[in-house]
Each structure stands twice: as structure tokens, then as C-alpha cells.
């Protein structure tokens, strides 16, 4: 079956380091994928496209990696702050299809100061 | 700024009550899309919307209906409410491959 899994729920790291989130996906063919943070009552935020020929992509003190091979986007925060505690989600559009968002769940991130 | 509007933060409604959800975008998206969100489940695909009178069913559009007559608007109807339709709907517009998402609300049917 086709599936779209953030392996943590939650994720707890200290102010300063870098907080490493992961996308795995089963049985899709992305032609892209995107990262969204979400604070409590509040709609998701676009934050990152990668498309399925990019291997990386960087915004500030983000990062967005994409291995086909491994069928796996990893999502990374430097130098964290307690202002990026939010829940991060991703979200895949399959090749060949409408263009409609497939999301995942979802991790929530807790910076600790 | 994209601005994604929705009518209610907040909305309690009785079971069998008919619910009306308005969401307004203002910078002239083609596409629409009323999603639902669950602790446990995630963002799921109620119905969506690529064109003015145009629209098309999602991943669980069972007990909803939609309607958009303007461009800028898209409303999301509840027939007839359930307790099961008790959740967080959020709205979204979007251009090409980015999708800009509404404040959300939270409708609790009783």
C-alpha cells in the first residue's frame, strides 16, 4: 500500500544544535516533495520544495534532502532555536497525478533552551 | 502576503444541523482545497477545486459538499453534521506546486 511516514512523533533537542527530521515514503513516485511547519492552531507554513531530480536544497538555516533511492527526504534545522519548536510536516505530489499534496503526519519539534 | 481567510475560528453545531465553511483567497488562485485535520491521522483531502464552478472530490468527501462561484471564494458544506465530522478543516489556495493554508477552524458538532 502507499504510504507517507515521519518516523518521530516528536523529536526533543537542545538550543544550538542541529534537529534532523525524516520522510519516508512506500509505494509512490514523487515528482516533488515539501516540507510545512505548523504551530498549535495555526494552518501549515510553506518552507521548502525539493523536486525528484534534486539531490539538496538550502533556505537560510534549512535544509531539505531528497534520496530516490532510499525513498527518503530528510529535513534539517541548524543552529536550533526555541522559536523552530512547531510540528514540521511533509508532503509529496506523485508523478502523473492531479497535483493534489499527500501529507504526512507529522513531527513535533521541541527546542529546548 | 497570500491571505487565506476563514469565516470562523471557532463553530460549535448541533448534529443534523446543515454547517456552511467560507473560506477567500486574495491573490487570484486558480486552485482551492478544504482539507480536515485528526490527532493520529494527519491532513486529509476533502474536496478541491481547480476552476470557477469547477470541482472535484478528494480522499474522503463523504458527507460534504462544496461550491465555488467566485474565483476568490470556496465554501465547504456539512449537509447534515455528525459527531464524527467534529474536527480542525483548514482551507488552502495555491498556484502551481505551493499551497498557501487559512487559520484553520475548529468545528465541534454536538
Known amino acids: 500500500s502507499q504510504k507517507i511516514e515521519q518516523n518521530s512523533e516528536a523529536l526533543n533537542i537542545q538550543e544550538g544544535k542541529t534537529a534532523t527530521l525524516t520522510c519516508n515514503y512506500t509505494n509512490y513516485s514523487p515528482a516533488y516533495l515539501q516540507w510545512y511547519r505548523q504551530d498549535p492552531g495555526r494552518g501549515p507554513v510553506f518552507l521548502l520544495l525539493?523536486?525528484?531530480?534534486?539531490k539538496e536544497k538550502r533556505k537560510e538555516r534549512l535544509k531539505v534532502t531528497f534520496d530516490t533511492t532510499l525513498k527518503q527526504s530528510l529535513f534539517h534545522i541548524t543552529a536550533s532555536q526555541p522559536a523552530d519548536s512547531a510540528t514540521y510536516l511533509c508532503a509529496l505530489v506523485a508523478r502523473g497525478s492531479q497535483g493534489n499534496l499527500i501529507f504526512g503526519k507529522g513531527t513535533k519539534l521541541s527546542v529546548k533552551p | 502576503d497570500v491571505k487565506v481567510t476563514q469565516s470562523s475560528r471557532y463553530l460549535v453545531k448541533r448534529t443534523g444541523e446543515k454547517v456552511f465553511l467560507e473560506c477567500v483567497q486574495d491573490?487570484?488562485?486558480?486552485?482551492m482545497f478544504w482539507y480536515r485535520q485528526d490527532p493520529g491521522l494527519g491532513l486529509r483531502l476533502i474536496y478541491f477545486s481547480y476552476d470557477v464552478k469547477m470541482k472535484e472530490k478528494g480522499d474522503i468527501p463523504e458527507g460534504y459538499s462544496v461550491s465555488r462561484e467566485k474565483k476568490e471564494r470556496f465554501s465547504l458544506i456539512l449537509e447534515s453534521a455528525s459527531t464524527n465530522q467534529t474536527s480542525m478543516y483548514l482551507c488552502?489556495?495555491?498556484?502551481?506546486?505551493?499551497?498557501?493554508f487559512g487559520p484553520g477552524t475548529r468545528l465541534l458538532v454536538l
Open positions: 488552502a489556495s495555491g498556484i502551481l506546486e505551493t499551497q498557501y
Open positions: 491573490m487570484d488562485h486558480e486552485n
Open positions: 525539493i523536486r525528484e531530480n534534486e
